[in-house]
């Protein structure tokens, strides 16, 4: 069974940092590129951040300088250390894999204050 658990979330003052963490089964994560996806009441669902198997990162405009994606390949884990965090950065964050189809975290929910 395939589960990606995410973790982190929380209120915090603009500024702020958080880091998000995305336990994931090895199944989807092993070899695969995985990504935090956010959406924000009112708003489609965006991309973030990507992460290859071997580290190659990839950020939307907004966040890069800000966040770093990362990944423990022994822990089946991804981060996502948000700093200097806005109040339009505030959404319900998502961790994302593809394992012969999409796989998608439960979501955390990320508040930042002005």
């Known amino acids: 069974q395939v589960q990606l658990v995410e973790s982190g979330g929380g209120l915090v003052q603009a500024g702020g940092s958080l880091r998000l963490s995305c336990a994931a089964s090895?199944?989807?994560?092993?070899?695969?590129?995985m990504a935090w996806y956010r959406q924000a009441p009112g708003n489609q669902r965006e991309l973030v951040a990507t992460?290859?198997?071997?580290?190659?990162?990839n950020y939307r405009d907004s966040v890069k300088g800000r966040f770093t994606i990362s990944r423990d390949n022994a822990k089946n884990t991804v981060y996502l250390q948000m700093n200097s965090l806005k109040p339009e950065d505030t959404a319900v964050y998502y961790c994302?894999?593809?394992?012969?189809?999409?796989?998608w975290g439960q979501g955390t929910q990320v508040t930042v204050s002005s």
């Open positions: 994302f894999g593809v394992l012969g189809r999409n796989y």
């Open positions: 090895k199944s989807i994560f092993s070899s695969n590129t």
């Open positions: 992460i290859t198997s071997g580290g190659i990162t």
